[in-house]
């Protein structure tokens, strides 16, 4: 597929976004593990998330999914069933990741593996630390998948263990907790940043004790009690409000609201990157979804100046940074990323693709190790290759709507990983986008 924006119309009207890919993957997932029938409304039905749900099946879950409302007939943290052949985890770093610390805490044998991008995934930081907690888990010589996991006795609990994260991942931390779910006392985990914590607050919903003794620190006592199922509706997508949220500060004459956005403050980095740069963002309508903080969205066309983003920051909006590029292409001055190496470990090694890809279409922007310097100012228009990266695909799409001349993505069809209603929802606030 490719799809062309052409830039010029202003964005104006009121939309939502699809639900939260985090929270869609841990509610599939936990709602698995509990006891009795979970029902999630504004459940994300996306690429990325059917490689959990398809992965859930041959573990003996029954689910069903109609009109993005999700039924899952939770087996019990005990009752999932090893599967006959490989879990295909496809593109999903997420599913891969959550599914080894569940699968570990169940003792199963199984393996895990995806597509050749996700095979290209550090999978080290999970491994490591599951073997401290006893359990038996090798991967492939690269470091990556296929992860094989050796079956326990059912009797058998994992070692609970205390571990410091390197590098902030709430997917690493995850999968810890849901492995310590079946640990042998409680597990403690130190992270050096704030990584988004829905494991922690859905788990709680859950019934199970998750404390934060000091900032940045989860201690999960094993729970003594089945895990209660899910009702709940999930918060849009922050992630994916980014693209309406630059498209509409970039596009001159805007004026947007996105209702219903997640606005869990681990998540909420872009929204105070680019308040820094001068944007005109307001928050209304704030309310609670089941322990995660919601609100609306009212966005205006805002001249952007160029800022500096590192350090905690970074971790807040950690899949912000292609999008982020393309309001530092088309602010005024100069925009530094640094202290986000991580960066290199995602979907692409998104320093070097965001650089390469806005360097396409003319933006001035020059790859560091740890991050990317822009200079701000105007985007000339052209064709890109999204590198696998959906995100990327997006966001030079965003560029486009007030470069000098249209933005043209081929492989466009990777953005039903993430955000399957993108180009309805640009074309529903009034830009002009072809499909071909
Ligand atoms: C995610 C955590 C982040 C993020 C990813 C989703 C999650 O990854 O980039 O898109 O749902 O836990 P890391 O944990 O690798 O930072």
Redesign the pocket.
């Known amino acids: 597929m490719q799809l062309t924006v052409h830039p010029g119309n202003p964005l104006r009207g009121e939309v939502t976004v699809p639900g939260d890919?985090?929270l869609s993957?841990r509610a599939a997932l936990f709602a698995a593990l509990a006891q009795g029938e979970s029902v999630i409304d504004r459940f994300l039905v996306s690429g990325v998330t059917r490689a959990m749900l398809d992965a859930l099946t041959p573990l003996g879950v029954a689910w069903q999914v109609k009109d993005e409302r999700l039924t899952v007939c939770g087996a019990g943290l005990d009752g999932l069933r090893a599967p006959a052949a490989p879990l295909d985890c496809r593109n999903s770093?997420?599913t891969i990741r959550l599914l080894a610390g569940a699968i570990a805490g169940a003792g199963l044998e199984t393996t895990l593996d995806g597509s050749a991008g996700l095979r290209r995934r550090p999978m080290g930081r999970i491994v490591e630390p599951l073997r401290r907690m006893g359990l038996e888990i090798s991967a492939a010589a690269s470091g990556g998948a296929p992860l094989h996991l050796r079956g326990r006795l059912p009797d058998q609990k994992l070692r609970a263990i205390e571990h410091v994260l390197p590098v902030?991942?709430?997917?690493?931390k995850?999968c810890l907790l849901l492995a310590a779910l079946n640990g042998d006392g409680p597990t403690v985990i130190r992270e050096p940043g704030p990584?988004?914590d829905h494991t922690e607050r859905m788990l709680r919903a859950m019934g199970v004790r998750i404390e934060n003794p000091v900032t940045n620190v989860v201690v999960l006592h094993p729970p003594s009690a089945p895990l209660r199922p899910l009702r709940l509706q999930l918060a849009g997508d922050i992630s994916a409000a980014a693209f309406l949220i630059v498209a509409a500060l970039v596009t001159p004459g805007s004026a947007i609201v996105i209702r219903d956005v997640g606005l869990n403050p681990t998540r909420t980095g872009l929204l105070d990157a680019l308040r820094a740069m001068g944007a005109d963002i307001r928050e209304r309508n704030l309310r609670d979804w089941s322990g995660e903080p919601v609100g609306d969205l009212v966005v205006h066309h805002s001249p952007l100046r160029g800022t500096r983003v590192a350090g905690e920051l970074v971790v807040r909006m950690?899949?912000e940074f292609p999008v982020f590029a393309a309001a530092a292409a088309l602010a005024d001055g100069v925009t530094e990323v640094r202290e986000a190496e991580?960066l290199r470990h995602?979907e692409s090694d998104r320093i070097t693709a965001v650089a390469h890809e806005f360097q396409a279409i003319g933006a001035k922007i020059e790859p560091l190790p740890d991050g990317f310097r822009v200079t701000g100012g105007r985007v000339a228009g052209g064709a890109v290759n999204p590198h696998g990266d959906h995100r990327i695909a997006m966001s030079c799409a965003v560029a486009g709507l007030a470069a000098q001349a249209p933005v043209t993505i081929d492989g466009a069809e990777i953005l039903h990983e993430s955000f399957p209603t993108f180009r309805e929802t640009l074309i529903a606030l009034g830009a002009k986008v072809e499909c071909k």
């Open positions: 890919k985090s993957h770093a997420t902030a991942s709430a997917q690493v995850s990584s988004r950690i899949d991580e995602k």
